[in-house]
């Protein structure tokens, strides 16, 4: 049975549900050769449930599935720390070029110029853009990227026969961090900042046992790390060296530099920052850049102009690969052919209108929701649901805005606010969208006053309602099962 | 919200109850509720050293994944074992079917750094 639930958008049953016995979605030309039987034990008799369908039963399945979705080509999209920004086509159009697209990665270097020529500039820009010495392409993602920089970070410590053992990560640092220092054989010691990381706390944990400092700037309550050339400065001094996480970079392109600041190794996330399709579970690409001493143990092979030609090249001290090839190919041409049609001009004015538009939120908003940090905002801005009336919270707060047609900012997180509603608009949303949606957000910060109910009944506008997530993860059900 | 008189407890939310040269650990009514629903809880092995201040355990609720930490030294007696399949119970009875580990403490000198309730309820009022 299918039913619109308004107009056309139509329910769709699952694959299985569909499924009738015989039916199917290919043909085979005749047996031209002499059959052959497979080895018993090699074939079963039946696999329960495998669902039969028609072409059409597929196509149309998976298509009304894709009317289900939301991505930032159908609306906005102010997920904070993730930077939901719109996707140009032009880096469609050059990813789809065939003697770019069709390229295998087997291909041997003297035949496949091209895209190394457009890795190669892929990293020297990159390079030039972040103030490093060099930066490999290879990760795959941005967890990937700061596991490549925390093994480089590892490698250069035993090169100097150094053996510390610990990281420090303050609490307004990416909540992957102490994930990746602990995947790289460190122990992770929290320290406590006051909004912005304080030289003091730093100084006091900073000890010879302490490999490097992972931040991350701005950090994820959208603050500028003020103190950071100091505390670079310190922890040199002592030894250790400074990682950041490159998550928020779309705060600092074209503006400031983090090598220039003292950073030794960065992760980029081009599918934030550069303006790649992301959110859908990837493919991302996390390059890694690091200062001068550390180039040598970046991992590799990596690109290296030689003349006229380009070639991959290993070394002997690198990490060693993160991949079997050679990274994310079409999120680097992605994110080279948005670097190159911005130009610098471009991309520095990006910034500058993904800050003025995080303040502009924060200033709408500011009244209407509690902000628990008066430091001036750069690309992204917390709010708490502390004065919140009538038992309404964040959660509340975000399931209502999709209501109003919003995807919801992100929920409780930074840690270090209860309740926190971190909102990051990025730099392509007009000054109407930013007003519609802050409109939206006062508009249930008075419906928390007046009619509670529709917040803690919300969503009521979509096709299903209120989801029971703690069921969901006490008793998750992972496969189909008959019923 | 409750905090019994009779407890210890820690700037991390955790609480104990000393019984002899055992003390009972779970975390905090205020804790829970900060958590929200709890959905996964890591308990360490019995036989396992743990040091107070540092991690012994993980609880995960809906919306965030906290470590849990040992309010004193010593080695862990016994564990619920009952709270890794009924983690809700940490939601429904902090206190009392919500404990976590029972730890044969090393140094008892180590309890006298723990707060009251009373300290305890303040150290809540500051942080928020």
Redesign the interface.
């Known amino acids: 049975m299918i039913v619109g639930t308004s107009g056309l958008v139509l329910n769709e049953k699952l694959l299985f549900e569909h499924s009738d016995a015989g039916r199917k979605g290919y043909s085979l030309t005749p047996l031209d050769v002499p059959a052959a039987d497979l080895p018993d034990g090699l074939c079963r008799e039946e696999i329960a449930g495998f669902p039969e369908l028609s072409e059409v039963d597929v196509v149309r399945h998976f298509t009304r599935l894709s009317t289900w979705n939301y991505g930032v080509d159908s609306g906005f999209y102010p997920l904070g720390s993730c930077t939901m920004k719109y996707n140009p086509k032009v880096n469609e159009l050059a990813a789809r070029l065939p003697g770019l697209a069709d390229v295998h990665p087997a291909t041997p270097d003297h035949l496949a110029q091209g895209t190394l020529a457009m890795m190669y500039e892929l990293q020297t820009m990159l390079a030039e853009i972040s103030g490093f010495a060099a930066v490999s392409v290879q990760p795959a993602a941005g967890a990937h990227g700061e596991l490549a920089g925390m093994l480089t970070v590892r490698a250069w410590h035993e090169a100097q026969g150094s053996k510390r053992r610990k990281v420090l990560i303050p609490d307004t640092a990416h909540g992957t961090n102490p994930a990746t220092a602990a995947l790289a054989g460190y122990e992770v010691v929290p320290i406590a900042s006051e909004g912005v990381l304080t030289l003091e706390e730093v100084e006091a944990h900073m000890t010879d046992e302490v490999a490097a400092l992972m931040v991350t700037n701005p950090n994820t309550l959208g603050l500028f790390e003020t103190n950071i050339a100091a505390i670079c400065e310190l922890v040199h001094a002592r030894g250790g060296l400074v990682y950041c996480d490159g998550a928020n970079l779309n705060a600092l392109l074209g503006i400031a530099r983090p090598g220039d600041m003292g950073i030794d190794v960065m992760h980029f996330n081009l599918h934030k920052t550069f303006a790649t399709p992301h959110g859908g579970g990837g493919p991302g690409s996390g390059p890694v850049g690091v200062s001068a001493a550390l180039a040598p143990f970046l991992p590799g092979p990596r690109v290296v102009r030689d003349g006229e030609a380009f070639r991959f090249v290993g070394t002997q001290e690198s990490v060693g690969r993160m991949l079997a090839f050679h990274g994310n190919f079409g999120i680097m041409l992605r994110a080279f052919a948005y670097i190159r049609s911005m130009g610098a001009a471009g991309l520095k004015h990006a910034t500058e209108m993904a800050v003025l538009n995080a303040n502009y939120v924060r200033a709408r908003l500011e009244g209407g929701y509690h902000l628990p940090y008066a430091t001036r905002s750069l690309h992204e801005v917390v709010f708490s649901d502390r004065d919140l009336p009538n038992d309404c919270h964040t959660l509340d707060v975000a399931k209502r805005l999709i209501d109003y047609g919003y995807h919801p900012p992100t929920i409780y997180f930074p840690l270090v606010v209860k309740g926190a509603i971190m909102i990051e608009p990025t730099e392509t949303e007009s000054q109407e969208t930013l007003d519609e949606f802050c409109d939206a957000m006062l508009a249930i910060a008075k419906e928390a006053e007046m009619s509670p109910d529709l917040l803690h009944a919300a969503p009521v506008r979509t096709r299903t309602r209120r989801l029971d997530e703690t069921a969901a993860a006490r008793q998750p059900r992972l496969r189909w099962e008959e019923r | 919200m409750e905090f019994p008189e009779e407890f210890k407890y820690t700037e991390e939310h955790e609480w104990v109850q000393v019984e002899g040269d055992l003390v009972i650990v779970g975390i905090t009514d205020f804790a829970q509720d900060?958590l929200g629903?709890v959905?996964?809880v890591e308990l360490p092995e019995v036989g396992t050293e743990v040091t107070a201040g540092k991690a012994f355990g993980v609880v995960?609720s809906?919306?965030?994944v906290s470590d849990v930490y040992a309010p004193v030294s010593g080695t862990v007696e016994e564990i619920n074992e009952e709270l890794p399949d009924a983690?809700?119970v940490i939601n429904t009875s902090p206190y009392g079917d919500g404990w976590m580990i029972k730890i044969r403490i090393s140094d008892p000198t180590e309890l006298e750094e723990l707060m009251d309730a009373t300290e305890y309820q303040a150290h809540i009022a500051e942080e928020?």
Request: charged share 35%; hydrophobic share 45%.
């Open positions: 900060a629903d959905v996964f995960e809906v919306k965030a983690p809700e928020h």
